[in-house]
């Protein structure tokens, strides 16, 4: 069994995320472990797998797409310990952070690796029985690229992200209507391009469709604290014909 070693916790802050190791909290005020977006996919999961003939000996696969300091990785490992997790992020700091508290864990079904979404990750060539975006999306300047990618690895999207209200699209690519978003990317939660795309509603249910998601389910639409506009969670599902 691992254990958990608060000096090296301590030399790879700051930390954004806050972890109960020994029942003592560390690191920062965000928890991951109450965030509802990733409790309501753990729950939504959990009762897809129960109602799936599940395939034996093989385990359902998950993709997180942005996984920061692991807070968000540690939930779905833990609480779908039957799937196999690969959890993606960009930067070499965040991913440091990822492994160490998995390891601290003692979590086994983790995989790491170092990709950029935005690009043609290795990631998206591979299938998945979902594909988990929270605080993800926004951060790209061709979301309805990587949207298209993502239709072709899985057939059940869960999507947690900022949308650009309607009376502040200023911005047509193509099809859709928008914003551009400026980020600062120096920024462990910014994205790596100086410059994001954020749809408006009509704009991101396009984009899926066109990814082939043909059953899109509005969960949650609330505004974001820092005002950068209002915020939405969803599924999209590839539903047989």
């Known amino acids: 069994m691992n254990k958990f070693d608060a000096a090296e916790f301590v030399a790879l802050g700051p930390w954004i995320t806050g972890f109960d190791f020994g029942g003592t909290h560390y690191g920062g005020q965000y928890r991951a472990d109450t965030d509802a977006r990733v409790l309501r996919f753990v729950a939504e999961f959990k009762s897809r797998l129960a109602r799936s003939n599940a395939r034996q000996g093989e385990p359902a696969r998950i993709l997180e797409c942005g996984c920061l300091e692991g807070g968000h990785t540690a939930v779905l490992a833990q609480s779908v310990p039957q799937a196999a997790i690969t959890a993606v992020d960009v930067r070499e700091a965040s991913?440091?952070?990822a492994r160490f508290i998995i390891s601290a864990a003692s979590i086994t079904n983790v995989r790491f690796r170092k990709e950029n979404l935005a690009e043609e990750p290795q990631s998206l060539t591979e299938q998945y029985d979902a594909i988990v975006c929270v605080g993800f999306l926004y951060h790209l300047r061709q979301p309805a690229d990587f949207l298209a990618r993502?239709?072709?690895a899985t057939k059940f999207l869960w999507l947690s992200t900022i949308i650009c209200a309607e009376a502040a699209a200023h911005v047509v690519e193509g099809e859709y209507r928008g914003r551009l978003f400026g980020e600062a990317i120096e920024h462990p939660l910014s994205?790596?391009?100086?410059?994001?795309?954020l749809p408006t509603i009509g704009s991101l249910a396009d984009m899926l469709w066109a990814a082939g998601f043909s059953e899109i389910t509005l969960l949650e639409k609330s505004i974001t604290p820092d005002g950068n506009g209002p915020a939405v969670l969803l599924k999209a599902e590839k539903k047989s014909r």
């Open 150 to 152: 993502a239709g072709e």
């Open 95 to 97: 991913l440091n952070k």
């Open 191 to 197: 994205g790596v391009n100086p410059q994001s795309f």
